[in-house]
């Protein structure tokens, strides 16, 4: 029997929050806030359920058509159902929530988002994963498979070019596809298997084209096996398998607000935990006199290595920062950097570095998160080993979904 409820709020994640008649919590998605809807549960626990929206008694004003014909099936949007001022308000908000709720700071110390000069046809990579026919699609919603499609409407147009040209044997063993677009305009495919052999490859585009298999092994089918990113007034070359921020115009917008944090600060000496392939270590190296990174993806280590090549200050330590952090504290003693610049995964700092981080006692750290929620966990703990925030700044590097990028500054209280 259908439940009528009340969306309450939207939070991280991109579920509208309701209440059921018994007080338990329900999250819904593709709903916004005050709306009234008929709902089926999908998924019970004992103290909240999902559930799918059937019917809506009320709709909210600010609801639009979606402008993609997948949208609700395919697990990639979030919020194409509200105009794109509307999703810069609700990611604040849920920004807020999580850093009040999770670390308890004030909400307010978090009072602007840097929206996107793009919301559609930003991304300039896309991943895909392939159905048992052959077919690239991304998972469904409700996680119950791969939804076959056409096109992606945030996706660069050159990837949305690439994307129907692509035909795969279903006896391949591919696995995903992952199509990058670089600031030269140039493609690159790069097929993921389980077999330690490359697949055969008939290529009729002008696309470069590589194989990773189960190992993590690259193989080269086609191409150059470069991408070129200009970022600013830098040019980086990055390897297929390496990370690279995935919106150009927003990615500049973080690199600016990074080194005014920078210059804000007295800084002679730097480490940056998870750099990545030098996105922001080849504007702060230029800045201080000596730059310490650490890195753990081979290929990533090998773009820093050619990003930062003309550097003479720069030293990068290979592994995780884990395991190479707690090692490195005697040799960073007795001048300890003045600033501790990280960008961590999605699941935030290993306890493991964040202990050894207050050990190091850096004045400074600018924490780069893409999850709110595990940065105000990190935040919190900070703050227990005596740190507070100074200023935090979101962007939105992610039009259309529930993600964020947000930037805090911290200092030793």
């Not at 604040?92 to 793009?118: C, F, K, M, W, Y």
């Not at 147009?157 to 044997?169: E, M, R, S, V």
């Not at 391949?172 to 495919?189: A, N, P, Q, W």
């Not at 925030?389 to 911290?410: C, G, K, N, R, S």
Request: charged share 20%; net charge negative; hydrophobic share 40%.
């Amino acid at each position: 029997m259908p439940n009528s409820v009340t969306i309450e709020k939207l939070v991280y994640g991109g579920d509208g929050l309701g209440r059921l008649s018994d007080g338990r919590a329900v999250f819904v998605p593709f709903v916004l806030p005050d709306e009234e809807i008929s709902l089926e549960i999908t998924e019970e626990k004992a103290r909240f359920t999902r559930g799918t929206a059937l019917s809506w008694h009320k709709s909210s004003p600010h609801r639009i058509p979606a402008r993609c014909e997948y949208f609700t099936v395919c697990g990639g949007c979030h919020y194409q159902h509200m105009p794109y001022q509307k999703q810069l308000e609700t990611k604040l908000e849920t920004v807020r929530d999580q850093l009040s709720r999770i670390a308890g700071i004030n909400p307010q110390a978090l009072s602007h988002i840097t929206q996107s000069s793009q919301s559609w046809h930003y991304r300039n990579q896309i991943q895909c994963h392939v159905t048992p026919d052959g077919e690239l699609g991304f998972m469904r919603a409700d996680n119950t498979g791969i939804l076959p499609i056409k096109h992606c409407e945030i996706a660069m147009p050159g990837l949305n070019a690439l994307l129907n040209t692509i035909n795969l044997d279903p006896e391949s063993g591919i696995k995903r596809v992952t199509f990058r677009e670089d600031s030269d305009g140039e493609c690159f495919v790069l097929l993921e298997g389980e077999d330690p052999l490359p697949p055969e490859l008939t290529v009729e585009l002008e696309v470069s084209a590589g194989y990773m298999d189960a190992e993590q092994n690259y193989h080269h089918l086609a191409g150059t096996d470069q991408l070129h990113y200009r970022i600013l007034d830098k040019d980086f070359t990055l390897s297929p398998g390496s990370f690279f921020q995935i919106n150009n115009a927003v990615c500049e917008e973080l690199v600016k607000h990074v080194i005014g944090l920078t210059k804000s600060i007295t800084t002679h000496k730097v480490l940056e935990l998870y750099s990545g392939a030098g996105l922001f270590s080849a504007f702060l190296a230029a800045m201080v006199s000596q730059l310490i990174a650490i890195e753990s993806t081979p290929s990533a280590c090998y773009d820093f290595a050619n990003n930062l090549d003309a550097f003479d200050n720069v030293s990068l330590y290979e592994g995780a920062v884990e395991d190479i952090l707690p090692g490195l504290l005697s040799l960073l003693q007795p001048e300890a950097p003045d600033l501790v610049l990280l960008d961590p995964p999605r699941a935030g700092l290993h306890i493991k570095a964040l202990d050894a981080l207050a050990d190091l006692a850096p004045e400074n750290i600018i924490y780069v998160s893409c999850d709110p929620s595990t940065l105000a966990r990190d935040l919190k703990r900070l703050s227990n080993k005596g740190y507070q925030v100074q200023t935090i700044h979101a962007f939105d590097m992610f039009p259309q979904t529930y993600h964020v990028e947000t930037v805090a500054l911290l200092y030793k209280n």
